[in-house]
């Protein structure tokens, strides 16, 4: 459970109640919170000096136990930490920072793991300054970017409120205990990862980090840490059952997001009996608020379950009212861990409401269907076509593996769907038969034009198509 209040500083308040509990833990090495307390004040001490006065401070780092020290350390001086991944072109970095003007502070990856370094050297009678703050000097705690497969991603201010509230939201349906372990299997850059830093710091919990996020490293960290709670996408949870390394004995929770689960999929899980939820979330929304598990994802296909505490959910048309039961509409979110907004030349302030780019709908149980992006659509001959649905029919066919449906401009028909086409190993289906299963599932504008078989999907790394990358191979 949560035992550490709001308005604290959360790790000192931890510290106090779980101090020799194990924090983290990688494959080389375990600190407890006692011990990370003093790490992070040992580095508040150099980051202090390094920062002001600026409000924000670039991370640019891989998941490690100095990504948690550096984003600790600047929370004690009330410096909001600016996440990025790690493997980002300096183009692509100049033009997401945009927002930031000379208001951040850019250090080098290497001189922060120098700091780093350097700060656990201290010893505690060279720390002059004891940082005692009893709670964090900014109602601000970080700031993550979108994850979408089109266009600049966005810059996302989120409060300590939105993070404290998500992991309420979460531990109301699984009620974490001291001890339990987090594994940390989704990079730090991306909310669904950040906030597994979150929910064990605020349970006592123990964050497990795996060397990297390659698939063979998650499988032995697995093996070597048998955590109890799992965060996977689709792809990773795909990668790992071919593995044949779940579950694992201590295995409480796995939880599935960050793109739909295939039905297929969602089905064989609770078939093998692994304790599995389906959840949804965004950047905006600071991870998951739905969830759905076992056998209600049995008796609800394709469903991402019901919202958690404190989330309101409705879907409404285009002139803003709420539609009824089983209506599409789009998807509008209020709750305490909607994000502050989205950092542009200026604040644009969510105030706790978002309507999103998702449309879907809810059933007569209030359980919760995202159909698909109001962005993602279609427009072909002046018709719609939703790309998800001739992706789930590809998906039908026991000969494909991996699909994408993507629509591309065309002099006649404005936009012509296009489908690329991973095919199972050893099938020999050809792009004619590929047609003639569809004409017999969808009516003929829906067709894809044209059929492309390639090795792989390009994906980003949270498992979400790239688009840019798609329309490149056609």
């Not at 599932?441 to 059929?451: D, F, N, Q, R, T």
Request: charged share 25%; aromatic share 8%; proline share 4%.
């Amino acid at each position: 459970m949560i035992n550490i209040a709001l308005n604290s500083n959360w790790l000192k308040e931890q510290s106090k109640e779980s101090k020799d509990v194990i924090a983290i833990k990688t494959s080389t090495e375990e600190i407890t919170y006692s011990e990370l307390e003093f790490f992070v004040d040992s580095s508040t001490k150099f980051f202090s000096d390094k920062v002001r006065p600026y409000k924000y401070f670039l991370v640019s780092l891989e998941n490690s136990i100095e990504f948690v020290l550096t984003i600790l350390s600047l929370w004690n001086i009330g410096i909001i930490p600016v996440i990025t991944a790690p493997d980002l072109k300096t183009n692509e970095l100049e033009e997401i920072l945009k927002p930031f003007r000379r208001n951040i502070k850019i250090t080098s990856k290497d001189e922060i793991l120098h700091t780093i370094k350097k700060a656990q050297n201290l010893s505690k009678q060279e720390i002059k300054r004891k940082y005692d703050n009893k709670i964090y000097k900014n109602k601000n705690a970080i700031v993550l970017f979108t994850s979408g497969t089109v266009g600049i991603p966005k810059a996302v201010l989120i409060s300590f409120e939105n993070l404290f509230y998500s992991a309420i939201g979460i531990d109301s349906i699984i009620n974490t205990q001291k001890k339990d372990l987090w594994f940390a299997s989704l990079p730090f850059c991306h909310v669904g990862g950040f906030s597994i830093i979150t929910r064990s710091l605020l349970s006592g919990s123990t964050l497990c980090i795996p060397e990297s996020l390659k698939t063979e490293h998650l499988f032995s960290s697995i093996q070597k840490f048998d955590p109890n709670y799992i965060s996977l996408v689709p792809t990773q949870i795909t990668n790992i059952l071919e593995k044949d390394v779940l579950p694992n004995k201590n295995l409480k929770r796995i939880f599935i997001g960050g793109s739909k689960l295939n039905s297929n999929l969602a089905n064989k899980l609770i078939e093998i009996k692994l304790p599995t939820t389906i959840v949804y979330g965004s950047t905006e929304t600071c991870s998951m608020i739905t969830a759905i598990s076992d056998n209600e994802i049995l008796n609800h296909p394709d469903s991402v379950g019901k919202p958690l505490l404190n989330t309101e959910i409705k879907f409404l048309d285009s002139n803003g009212n709420e539609v009824k039961p089983n209506k599409e509409g789009l998807l509008f979110l209020n709750g305490p861990t909607i994000a502050v907004g989205y950092l542009q030349k200026k604040l644009q302030n969510f105030d706790g409401k978002h309507l999103t780019k998702d449309f879907g709908y809810k059933d007569n149980e209030n359980y919760i269907y995202i159909v698909g992006r109001s962005d993602g659509i279609i427009i072909s001959g002046g018709k719609k076509i939703d790309p998800s649905e001739i992706e789930k029919l590809l998906l039908e066919n026991i000969n494909i593996n991996d699909c994408a449906v993507v629509g591309v401009e065309d002099n006649i028909w404005g936009e012509k769907v296009v489908a690329l086409v991973v095919k199972k190993q050893k099938s020999t289906i050809t792009q004619n038969e590929i047609f003639k299963f569809l004409r017999t599932k969808l009516p003929g504008y829906k067709i894809p034009k044209k059929i492309i078989f390639v090795e792989t999907i390009p994906r980003n790394y949270l498992g979400k198509k790239d688009i840019k990358a798609i329309l490149s191979l056609i």
